[in-house]
C-alpha cells in the first residue's frame, strides 16, 4: 500500500487503539456527549500494516492511547513492529503489569528528543491509588523509559493533584497539570478558541480543518475528536489500499457540539502554547 505524506502543519497523530479501559471516571472526555464508539478493533497485525504506511517526520510522533492501549491483547506486538522511523509515545493510566511491560519492550524504542516524556500517565485521584502510581512511575524511570505524569485540574480533585505533584517532584518525576475540560456543576470548564463550540445548546454548519491525524480502533479516520467519540462521519480507513490524506476545510453541520479537546486552546507539540487543533470558519 502507499505511504500516507503527514501534511507539514500536522501537530498530532493519535491513535486509539481500543477505547475499553479499565476505569470509568466521571468526566472522561471520551463521553462529554453520547460516546457512541465503533465496537470493532482491529488486530495487532493489521494495526501494524496501517501505521507503517504513515510517512511522518522526526518531532511528530504515533501517539498510542484510548481508552486504555494496553488493554488491546496485540499490544506489545504493535510497539515491536511499527517501523523504526516512526518514533512511539503512549498516553496510559498505568494499570498494567510494569514487570511484563519491561521485560517485553526496549525503552530507547519510545524515547525521542522531546521536552515532555514519551509515556504520558494520566493520574486520576477518582479511581487511582496515589502510592501505586508513583510506584510504578518510578520503576519505568529506574528502567531507563522516557516517563511522567499529567494530572487533570478537576475542581473536586485540585488538593490531590497538588499533593500527588509535590509528592512526584520530591523524587524527581515529572509532574505537569492539564486544565479540566468539560462540565461540572453546571459550568462548563476549559479555555476554547471558539464561542459556543462546545455548548451543546445548537447545531450549525462550519468548515473546518484539522491538525491532527485521528485513528480510531476498526483504522477509521476521523476529521475530529467529535467525530471519533460519536461514530459518525468517517474520512477512510488506514487498511483501504486507495486511502489519502486530505490536508484542507471539510464542511461539517455539528458545531456546537465539538469536543473540547479540539477547540481547547493548550500547547502544540513543542510546548508552545496558544495552538487549537482546528480552524473553524463560515459559521452559519
Not at 511528530?60 to 481508552?67: A, D
Request: proline letters at 4%; a positive charge; hydrophobic letters at 35%.
Amino acid at each position: 500500500m502507499k505511504d500516507i505524506i503527514i501534511p507539514k502543519l500536522y501537530n498530532y497523530i493519535a491513535v486509539f487503539l481500543t477505547f475499553s479501559c479499565n476505569y470509568r471516571c466521571s468526566y472522561c472526555i471520551n463521553y462529554f456527549e453520547n460516546g457512541t464508539f465503533d465496537g470493532k478493533v482491529i488486530t495487532g497485525k493489521e494495526w501494524v500494516k496501517a501505521l507503517n504506511r504513515i510517512d511522518s517526520r522526526e518531532d511528530l510522533p504515533l501517539t498510542l492511547q484510548g481508552g486504555e492501549p494496553s488493554i488491546h491483547p496485540d499490544f506489545f506486538y504493535i510497539i515491536n513492529n511499527i517501523k523504526p522511523e516512526l518514533k512511539i509515545d503512549i498516553l496510559t493510566n498505568i494499570q498494567f503489569d510494569v514487570k511484563k511491560f519491561i521485560k517485553r519492550l526496549d525503552p530507547d524504542r519510545l524515547k525521542r528528543n522531546a521536552p515532555y516524556a514519551s509515556i504520558r500517565v494520566s493520574y486520576h485521584p477518582e479511581v487511582m491509588d496515589r502510592k501505586d502510581t508513583l510506584s510504578k512511575v518510578m520503576r519505568l524511570r529506574d528502567a531507563g523509559f522516557s516517563i511522567g505524569i499529567w494530572g487533570v485540574m478537576h475542581p473536586l480533585h485540585k488538593e490531590e493533584i497538588l499533593e500527588a505533584q509535590d509528592k512526584a517532584k520530591k523524587m524527581g518525576i515529572d509532574f505537569r497539570i492539564k486544565e479540566f475540560l468539560g462540565d461540572y456543576d453546571g459550568t462548563l470548564y476549559g479555555t476554547y478558541r471558539y464561542e459556543g463550540a462546545c455548548d451543546r445548546r445548537f447545531r450549525k454548519n462550519c468548515l473546518c480543518k484539522t491538525t491532527e491525524l485521528i485513528i480510531g480502533p476498526s483504522g477509521a479516520v476521523y476529521r475530529c475528536h467529535s467525530d471519533l467519540y460519536e461514530n459518525r462521519n468517517t474520512v477512510g480507513n488506514l487498511l483501504d489500499i486507495s486511502f489519502k490524506l486530505e490536508d484542507g476545510f471539510r464542511s461539517c453541520d455539528w458545531f456546537g457540539h465539538c469536543n473540547p479537546c479540539d477547540i481547547k486552546v493548550k500547547t502544540n507539540r513543542l510546548q508552545q502554547f496558544g495552538h487549537t487543533s482546528v480552524e473553524i470558519k463560515d459559521i452559519c
